[in-house]
Every structure is written in structure tokens, then in C-alpha cells.
């Protein structure tokens, strides 16, 4: 048994992310966790590779023997790998959430970690259940595919679902609000990156076959538009501060680059949050 999370190579994980989403996603989400393994092998959504350096040391010093870790929305395996890969501690428990089932099933299809227990619950955010289970609550660019009238329901839950003393781990991109010319003008350049790596990736982009120009696309305008909904970091922190959680002052982990975010004002941020009623 493996002391880290072993990842299938990127075809078969692309191939099986595919597969997945066309037997469990509905139309909503297909193209979103069907396209995963195949835009991660290409490097072209690059999130939470971005974030790493900041946030898995981040992790690392609070995971400890017998944590148990709630990761909150899950759209691949990738965030449970950094999660087991920044710490040496053991024994962990970690318990993933997401309302698809299409990542639940492929976390479940991995190979068992020594020392760590791997659960899995397909749910909404908004109906998390549990109270005071989690010493380490993790989300990562989850908040803005939440309905902004209910993000903060589900922070409160998260909340609630935080054991005394425990900590929130969570990751959002902010920027200016986007013009429908700003908006159009990143579409296009994500979509022609997009198709550059594909053809530098042809193994993967064989997967897609002829479905690739129409899936692509799909993808980007379902998804890409969600990103950057808070103006500011102090906008989130307002919502998480409204939600019961005590703020510390955000980590920028990434500043966008010159030519295809900072004229957003795009930056990553890492927010690390207690509750303001637990000790």
C-alpha cells in the first residue's frame, strides 16, 4: 500500500473522467468534470497547481496525527493529493463532499493510502449535515459555483461543521468586475490556449476526437465566466465574517499574469478562518 495518492497516468485519467461524467453527470455539468483529466494534463487549467506552493504548506501545518479534514466540493482528485502529499501525518481522515458524483467516483476508484481513510458524500453544501466533525475544512475556488444567494448558507455550515479550535482553508480568485468586452476579450485567449496545448497533447485530445472543438467551447462558457465574483478579498472576508468565521488577512498565492488577468485585477487569495464562537 502506497504512502501517497497514486493518479492514473493523464490518458487513462483522461479517458476515465470522461467516461465517468457521460454515465453520472447530467447535462449541467458534463462537459465541466467530463474535460478534467484532459485539461489537466494539458496544463490548461492550472488553479490549484497555482496555489500549492502557498497552500500546502499552509495545510501541512495544521494537519497532525488523527485530523480529520473535510475537503468541501471536489472536482477532480487533485486537492485530496495535496492534501495527503503536503504532510507526513498519520493517520488521517479525510471525507470529500461534492454534489457531483463523477469526482466521488473516481476519488473512489484509487488505489487505498496507507495510513489514510478516504469517505465520500455526495451532497449539497448547503444540506452538510455534520456539526463539530472537522479540525481542517478545505475550499478551493469552490465559493463562486455556489448561487450568491446561498454562499452564505453554506459557509455557515461549514462552520457549524468545524470542530473547537479548527480551521478554514479557503481559496478564491477576486477581481474587478468584468465588462462583457473584458469578459469576451479572456474567453477568447483561454480558448486559444486551449486549443495550443491540445495540439502540443494530441494523445489527449484524442479522447475528445471529434466532440473537441464543441466541448471545449462548452466548457469555457459555462465555467470560465464564473470566476472572479467578489470585486476584493475584503468582499469574501465580509461574507465569511457575516458567516461566524474570525478572518485572518488573506495570503495573495498568485497575481495574474500581465497580459491575460491584471487588467481584471485578478489574484488568488488563501483565507484562513476560525470560528468567532469556538475555542
Not at 504512502?3 to 454515465?23: K, M
Not at 468541501?72 to 493529493?81: K, V
Not at 465588462?179 to 495550443?196: C, G, P, Q, S, Y
Amino acid at each position: 500500500m502506497s504512502s501517497n495518492l497514486i493518479l492514473p497516468e493523464p490518458v487513462e485519467q483522461a479517458r476515465t473522467f470522461w467516461n465517468l461524467a457521460h454515465t453520472h453527470c447530467g447535462q449541467a455539468c458534463r462537459s465541466y468534470h467530463g474535460l478534467r483529466g484532459i485539461l489537466h494534463g494539458a496544463q490548461i487549467i492550472n488553479g490549484l497547481r497555482v496555489d500549492a506552493p502557498v497552500l500546502g504548506p499552509a495545510l501541512a501545518e495544521r494537519l497532525h496525527p488523527h485530523s480529520r479534514v473535510l475537503i468541501a466540493g471536489a472536482a477532480d482528485a487533485s486537492l485530496l493529493d495535496l492534501v495527503i502529499s503536503s504532510t507526513t501525518a498519520r493517520p488521517l481522515s479525510i471525507h470529500v463532499v461534492d454534489l457531483c458524483p463523477t469526482p466521488l467516483a473516481f476519488i473512489s476508484s484509487l488505489a487505498e493510502v496507507a495510513g489514510v481513510s478516504i469517505t465520500t458524500e455526495q451532497n449539497d453544501l448547503v444540506d452538510l449535515a455534520q456539526t463539530e466533525a472537522f479540525d481542517l475544512i478545505i475550499s478551493h475556488q469552490m465559493i463562486p459555483f455556489v448561487p450568491a444567494e446561498l454562499r452564505g448558507t453554506v459557509l455557515k455550515r461549514l462552520c457549524a461543521a468545524m470542530a473547537p479550535g479548527g480551521v478554514l482553508a479557503l481559496t478564491i480568485v477576486t477581481g474587478n468586475p468584468a465588462t462583457k468586452e473584458d469578459h469576451a476579450r479572456h474567453l477568447a485567449v483561454w480558448i486559444d490556449n486551449a486549443f495550443a496545448r491540445l495540439d502540443a497533447h494530441p494523445e489527449l485530445a484524442a479522447v475528445l476526437g471529434d466532440q473537441l472543438r464543441e466541448v471545449i467551447l462548452d466548457y469555457a462558457e459555462r465555467y470560465r465566466s464564473r470566476q472572479g465574483s467578489f470585486a476584493s478579498p475584503a468582499d469574501i472576508a465580509t461574507l465569511m465574517e457575516d458567516s461566524g468565521f474570525h478572518v485572518a488577512a488573506p495570503i495573495r498565492s498568485h497575481e495574474g499574469e500581465v497580459s491575460k488577468r491584471a487588467s481584471m485585477g485578478r489574484r488568488n487569495n488563501l483565507f484562513l478562518a476560525t470560528s468567532s464562537s469556538k475555542a
